[in-house]
């Protein structure tokens, strides 16, 4: 999401993102829906992901509303394929909740090493293509 912000929120606009998610019977993610606010209270769907059952590789993300972001696109596809490097939220028994600020220029920065980070380490375990 923060390495996103850019393209779904113009620099200086006021705003937020909510990332609401579902848990499977083993304590995976699978499903996730970001919603995006310039305007207090108003919510606006940007997209969907729903892991599917035969598989990750045949789950996708939807946009909505006119929003598109191919970064966005593989970082969510990246991390619901890779679930099992990533520190799960808690699983409380309900739907979970993040709530994003808009980031700064450092925190985009950051966030974008650690992508490449993470992915540079499963493109060394394996011979799995992972985006740049």
Request: aromatic share 8%.
């Amino acid at each position: 999401m923060i390495v996103s912000w850019p393209e779904l929120m113009a620099d200086g606009d006021p705003g937020s993102i909510h990332v609401e998610y579902d848990f499977g019977p083993k304590g995976e993610v699978t499903f996730v829906r970001i919603l995006l606010s310039k305007t207090r209270g108003v919510w606006h769907l940007v997209c969907s992901y729903s892991l599917s059952t035969s598989g990750p590789r045949n789950s996708h993300i939807q946009f909505e509303n006119g929003y598109v972001s191919e970064r966005l696109a593989e970082t969510v596809n990246f991390a619901m394929q890779h679930q099992d490097i990533f520190l799960p939220p808690p699983n409380l028994g309900r739907q979970g909740l993040l709530q994003i600020a808009p980031p700064s220029e450092k925190e985009r920065a950051a966030a974008s090493a650690l992508i490449k980070e993470v992915s540079d380490a499963i493109r060394a375990r394996s011979e799995e293509p992972v985006f740049a």
